[in-house]
């Protein structure tokens, strides 16, 4: 059995990583458990956006709202590999929402969150937007703002590497069995993937399971969860339907909001849905009415004909959202709470519920400010201003370092170079080493994946099949065939 860690998490994702980061950084002794694949489930499955929720306006979550844009700054410059800044067209349509109310909406949009580095929101016209020349309807008014594009898995890796490098021991594939209290401990029985036992003792609990949350809630006993609702949000990714760099914000005729993003050079996503779920999160996948809702959506904003058969890969993941579950699941709060299951004479559990991408910084260092007093720990604040791992490059300047990496590197093909630099950051030459052409680097795959930045993956990543690496370290799982794909399978 283990020494007693000061912490056990629950959960792998983007909340779990976030608060073993910080935990770990704070000086206490952290393991965390995840029962898949870091980032396998719902953090793998957003809209790949840093963004305060405009939409959230409308619901009067300023709150909300304000935190996820003061996050959007600070994860922009503590990890601009992986966020950067993305500029939105929303077309107006008179008949969905006056045009004052969305001005309105944009100005508070640019001023709650704080100071912000990207540009202000403002008027446009559609026919000045090269983007905009395959919409149905090219010309009228229109509106620009700003918030960030994300690389979601990696952000979650990206973490629970710097957990790891500050001490804390990350067990992926390792699923929490039982949680019994003992007085002042927890103890812990856990799984591993191929059927080897674990066993901890920890003075507090995390449960940071996502969707999993309600049945760590019956194995911890801590009885917290009520009022959640299992959300499913899919995505489709399409043949590139426009040029530039700019996405959408579309107002759909049922009032929901739906982004058309670019996305890695060849492909338009879009989505996303928001549909009540049952079952298991893992098996979650894009239904026929919700196939039929994107695509019936995407052709009317756009010129196209884009059917089923033309979708080149789909995805879904399932958000734990609380709220009166009579509220349609489109309108329930993005806010997370934080619920402290606290004894005088016994170990805490602290459950995560709800939240998002954009705010896992703020909730990992609300539940650290929460615990730390029970565990003796009044360590300060610290990962706003710390870059995450690969971020701390010269001024944050991405294009600058793109460009010395590739004249370091000048063999590269500058679209590998540029994917390597936004993927890894400054540890993007853990990556190629001492490479001086192409065949020093190793096998290739496909897609400009080669046996070196496998071999990295696999050996400070956690990559532990063809999938980790194709659809959540890296996304080239879009570009290689079959036939590829099959091979890498037979590289683990």
């Known amino acids: 059995m283990e020494d007693i860690k000061d912490i056990l998490i629950i959960g792998g994702g983007i909340n779990g990583t976030g608060i073993a980061r910080d935990a770990a950084g704070r000086g206490l002794s952290v393991v965390l458990c995840e029962q898949g694949d870091l980032a396998g489930a719902t953090s793998s499955s957003s809209t790949k956006m840093i963004h305060g929720g405009l939409r959230y306006l409308e619901y ?38 006056p045009a004052w109310m969305i001005r309105l909406g944009l100005w508070l949009y640019d001023h ?5 580095s990207l540009p ?59 949680c019994t209290r003992e007085g002042y401990h927890w103890l ?57 760099e700019r996405g959408f914000l579309f107002q759909n005729t049922d009032r929901r909001v739906l982004f058309a993003l670019p996305y890695h050079g060849e492909f338009t996503l879009f989505g ?27 052709n009317r904003f756009f ?28 309108e329930l709060t993005r806010e997370y709470q934080l619920v402290l299951s606290d004894t005088e004479d016994g170990a805490p559990v602290l459950t995560v519920l709800g939240g998002k991408i954009t705010t896992f910084r703020a909730l990992a260092e609300k539940t650290m400010d929460m615990l730390g007093p029970r565990l003796g720990n009044d360590a300060p604040h610290w990962t706003g201003t710390t870059a995450l791992p690969g971020g701390d490059f010269p001024q944050g300047d991405l294009q600058a370092f793109e460009r010395a990496t590739q004249k370091q590197y000048p063999f590269l093909p500058p679209a590998m170079c540029q994917r390597l630099c936004r993927a890894y950051g400054s540890k993007v030459t853990d990556v190629l080493g001492d490479a001086k052409n192409l065949g020093d680097l190793g096998q290739h795959f496909g897609a400009g994946l080669y046996t070196a930045e496998l071999n990295y993956l696999k050996a400070k990543e956690w990559a532990m099949s063809a999938d980790d690496v194709l659809w959540r370290r890296t996304k080239l799982g879009l570009f290689m065939s079959k036939v590829e794909r099959e091979a890498l399978e037979k590289a683990f």
């Not at 709650?112 to 912000?116: A, Q, R, V, W």
């Not at 019956?218 to 009022?227: I, L, S």
């Not at 849905?273 to 999160?281: N, Q």
């Open 120 to 178: 202000r929101s403002g008027g446009i016209k559609l026919e000045d937007c090269v983007e905009a020349r395959t919409l149905r309807t090219p010309k009228g008014k229109a509106f620009g703002y700003s918030d960030g594009w994300s690389d979601d898995a990696r952000i979650v890796v990206a973490n629970a590497m710097d957990a790891r490098d500050r001490g804390a021991s990350i067990a992926p594939r390792t699923k929490v069995q039982s």
């Open 188 to 244: 812990v029985h856990a799984k591993t993937e191929n059927g080897q036992q674990q066993v901890w003792r920890a003075r507090a609990l995390v449960n940071a399971a996502g969707p999993w949350v309600a049945d760590m809630d019956d194995c911890t006993g801590a009885k917290t969860v009520a009022g959640m609702t299992l959300v499913k949000g899919s995505h489709i990714i399409v043949p590139k339907l426009f040029d530039g």
């Open 60 to 97: 009067y979550e300023f709150k909300l709202v304000c935190e996820a844009l003061a996050e959007r700054e600070r994860l922009l410059h503590i990890a601009p590999h992986l966020v950067r800044p993305l500029r939105l067209i929303l077309p107006h349509i008179p008949d969905m929402r």
């Open 272 to 298: 996303t849905t928001d549909t009540p779920f049952e079952g298991d999160a893992y098996a979650a996948k894009l239904d026929d009415g919700e196939r039929e809702y994107l695509l019936e959506a995407l």
């Open 112 to 116: 709650i969150g704080g100071k912000s």
């Open 303 to 330: 010129d196209t004909a884009i059917e089923a058969g033309d979708i080149h890969y789909s995805y879904a993941g399932v958000r734990a959202l609380f709220g009166d579950p009579e509220t349609s699941a489109s």
